[in-house]
T-cell receptor, first 113, second 114 residues
Framework: EPEVTQTPSHQVTQMGQEVILRCVPISNHLYFYWYRQILGQKVEFLVSFYNNEISEKSEIFDDQFSVERPDGSNFTLKIRSTKLEDSAMYFC???????????FGPGTRLTVL | DAKTTQPTSMDCAEGRAANLPCNHSTISGNEYVYWYRQIHSQGPQYIIHGLKNNETNEMASLIITEDRKSSTLILPHATLRDTAVYYCIVRAYLNTGTASKLTFGTGTRLQVTL
């Protein structure tokens, strides 16, 4: 069964450093999402992406964040200058259509020191 | 999207049916009810969704009341591996082409015991 994959599973970085989280969505899916979950808190929407542009973004998704689909298979989330409060699990999801079921990857645990 | 209300936690004995309720009294006509679960800190796992008819798949059944103001997720024979946080999410179907995000609440923590 096709699944969303994410790498790395755990990323440790120093405050102020740039990180890139990678996702490979399900192959025939056209809509891509990033969510995050700070330890002990809710899963929060960050951004959705379709047709090579951002479809919607939340207030959390400020200028420090960017997303890209650099090739036909990867979908990336970049955090330009990480802060301590960026420490969280980051989940990628994809769906075939804009209102179809979203399937989530296993997540990347980002730890900012 | 309409707000949902779920109990904070529930227990269920292994082998018994787990019935997880959800209230969504402000749901509107173009909104579906979705259920996801999250085992420990893994990615949310899709379970089932429905609009107004009851639905069943290999994982669970979804019962939606006639007025659509509440629903129940049923795991027919709960196992220890079903211990997780279960999220009931109401999601609008948009015909604008805009991706429709999921808004997670705090969910119900289901503990399946021996």
């Amino acid at each position: 069964e096709p699944e969303v994959t994410q790498t790395p599973s755990h990323q440790v970085t120093q405050m102020g450093q740039e990180v890139i989280l990678r996702c490979v969505p399900i192959s025939n899916h056209l809509y891509f999402y990033w969510y995050r979950q700070i330890l002990g808190q809710k899963v929060e929407f960050l951004v959705s992406f379709y047709n090579n542009e951002i479809s919607e973004k939340s207030e959390i998704f400020d200028d420090q964040f960017s997303v890209e689909r650099p090739d036909g298979s990867n979908f990336t989330l970049k955090i330009r200058s990480t802060k301590l409060e960026d420490s969280a699990m980051y989940f990628c999801a994809s769906s075939q259509g804009n209102t179809d079921t979203q399937y989530f990857g296993p997540g990347t645990r980002l730890t900012v020191l | 999207d309409a707000k949902t209300t779920q109990p904070t936690s529930m227990d269920c004995a292994e082998g018994r049916a787990a019935n997880l309720p959800c209230n969504h009294s402000t749901i509107s006509g173009n909104e579906y009810v979705y259920w996801y679960r999250q085992i420990h800190s893994q990615g949310p796992q899709y379970i089932i969704h429905g609009l107004k008819n009851n639905e069943t798949n290999e994982m669970a059944s979804l019962i939606i009341t006639e007025d659509r103001k509440s629903s129940t997720l049923i795991l027919p024979h709960a196992t220890l591996r079903d211990t997780a946080v279960y999220y009931c999410i109401v999601r609008a179907y948009l015909n604008t082409g805009t991706a429709s995000k999921l808004t997670f609440g705090t969910g119900t923590r289901l503990q399946v015991t021996l």
